[in-house]
């Protein structure tokens, strides 16, 4: 592929999800016109991506060394994997499983945000494909390259890994020490701190609103006493005309 379409597919997917569409409309239509239809037809083949598969794309961006990272101890948690199958050591498997963890987790909070900061919306189910998504790419060394590349069109399902699913290795912790909460869990517990404080600040907006309506009634309610004194003296002004 011309390392110039490749620059402008790069470009193309790294554009706002309602972008894509006309923006490679204008791509294929240049290519047509400058008559180089081999790359007319390469961007014409380019598929908008979902929106999980758009923010794991825009990871691989200003994300690409912590992508990396996660793509290396995908292949470590790979290697323990075969390891343990062969009647090895299982606790090497599980620390490889906690250092994987330790790599998506901070990803995660790089998509809440990108989804954030574009308006989008960083929906629970979202980011729970976006997460899936990373977990794929990091036990699939095809789906690897295309999250590196930035280039996913639909978000990975990171099932059909052996005997050991990614999705089912969760951090170990020390004996008698207290389970640490979820990525998830912890953005729930945040929302929900975030609503709580949203309704205080609404009461206090009522509390504050119902005193200036008080205030204003007893504004009116002297400017109505006014208004009848004066509308006494004009009646009797007038009948003494």
Do not use: C
């Not at 987790?105 to 980011?127: H, K, M, Q, V």
Request: glycine letters at 6%; aromatic letters at 4%.
């Amino acid at each position: 592929m011309p390392a110039s379409v490749e620059k402008e597919l790069n470009r193309l997917y790294g554009l706002p999800p309602s972008d894509f569409v006309p923006a490679r409309k204008e791509l294929v239509k240049a290519y047509r016109k400058a008559g180089d239809r081999e790359s007319a037809a390469v961007a014409a083949t380019a598929r908008r991506p979902t929106l999980a598969a758009w923010t794991a794309n825009q990871l691989a961006r200003p994300e690409e060394a912590k992508v990396r990272a996660l793509i290396s101890a995908g292949k470590r948690l790979r290697a323990a994997q075969r390891r343990a199958l062969g009647g090895r050591s299982g606790g090497a498997l599980r620390e490889a499983g906690d250092a994987e963890r330790n790599e998506i987790e901070p990803l995660l909070e790089a998509a809440r945000r990108i989804l954030d900061e574009n308006g989008l919306g960083a929906s629970e189910s979202t980011l729970q494909q976006v997460e899936r998504t990373l977990y794929a790419a990091s036990h699939d060394e095809e789906m690897g390259n295309a999250l590196h590349k930035g280039r996913l069109t639909r978000e990975l399902d990171p099932t059909g890994f052996g005997a050991f699913s990614p999705m089912d290795l969760r951090p170990s912790r020390a004996k008698g020490q207290p389970a640490q909460p979820s990525v998830r869990e912890q953005r729930e517990k945040e929302r929900r701190a975030q609503f709580r404080q949203h309704v205080q600040e609404l009461r206090r907006a009522v509390k504050a609103a119902e005193h200036e309506l008080a205030k204003a009634e007893r504004s009116l309610g002297a400017r109505q006493r006014d208004v009848d004194a004066l509308k006494r003296r004009l009646t009797e002004a007038e009948r003494r005309v």
